[in-house]
């Protein structure tokens, strides 16, 4: 069965910092790579989706992740944060073929004016 | 297009009472997940349907949990005697049937279950 970590719980970054936070997940074949945002109040929105091709994805507001295989990866990074991205983000792994989406257990991110 | 409806989106129960959670997909979707989330923990996978049947309930408990998804009407989530360890957000999220575009879920609103 899939696995998907997130190292970091919480993260306090001042607005213009740059920002990445780390995904690992543990699956040998195929996956589906996500991650999804969750803003104070809000659902579960999607920032950005990797199936197959470019490793490198964009997603919306500025937002981008790579996929790393060899790695088992999929860090979310975005060069300059706003005070709006304070959030949690959530990665989420789908194994090839299956319809069952495994999740970290988010990220607090907090931004600074 | 109307995204993901949940409702209610705050249900107070009290221990042994039943809980009942709606949830109606996007327009042309027709597969359905149910996830919980506890506190400060992520999203737990419980359920995947589509029209009547029940694909996947590999993350449902065994007991006091069901869901359904009529042929006409919103997904179901029934929680019989519930108890206060279920108190947690219930997330539901569709996709469509379409090959590869079922592979992105859409999440809705969630409904945040409180068993006093």
């Known amino acids: 069965a899939q696995s998907v970590s997130q190292h970091n719980h919480h993260v306090i970054l001042s607005e213009a910092a740059s920002l990445e936070l780390g995904c690992n997940y543990s699956y040998g074949g195929t996956v589906n790579l996500f991650w999804y945002v969750q803003y104070p109040g809000q659902h579960l929105q999607l920032l950005l989706k990797?199936?197959?091709?470019?490793?490198l994805v964009k997603g919306i507001k500025g937002f981008e992740a790579e996929f790393i295989k060899s790695k088992f990866s999929f860090n979310l990074r975005k060069p300059s944060v706003q005070w709006s991205d304070t959030a949690e983000y959530f990665c989420?792994?789908?194994?090839?073929?299956?319809?069952?989406?495994?999740f970290g257990t988010g990220t607090k991110l907090q931004v600074i004016p | 297009n109307a995204g993901v409806m949940q409702n209610p989106r705050h249900l107070v129960r009290r221990r042994g009472q039943e809980a009942r959670l709606r949830c109606s997909p996007m327009k042309g979707h027709s597969h359905v997940y149910w996830y919980r989330q506890l506190p400060e923990e992520g999203l737990k996978f419980m359920v995947y349907l589509q029209k009547e049947n029940i694909i996947d309930e590999s993350g449902m408990p065994k007991e006091r949990f069901s869901a359904e998804f009529p042929k006409e009407g919103p997904s179901i989530l029934r929680i019989q005697q519930v108890v206060r360890g279920d108190s947690a957000a219930y997330f539901c999220?569709?996709?469509?049937?379409?090959?590869?575009?079922?592979?992105?879920?859409?999440f809705g609103p969630g409904t945040r279950l409180t068993v006093l």
């Open positions: 999220a569709s996709s469509p049937a379409i090959a590869g575009a079922a592979d992105t879920q859409y």
């Open positions: 989420a792994v789908k194994a090839g073929g299956y319809q069952k989406v495994t």
């Open positions: 990797y199936f197959s091709g470019d490793p």
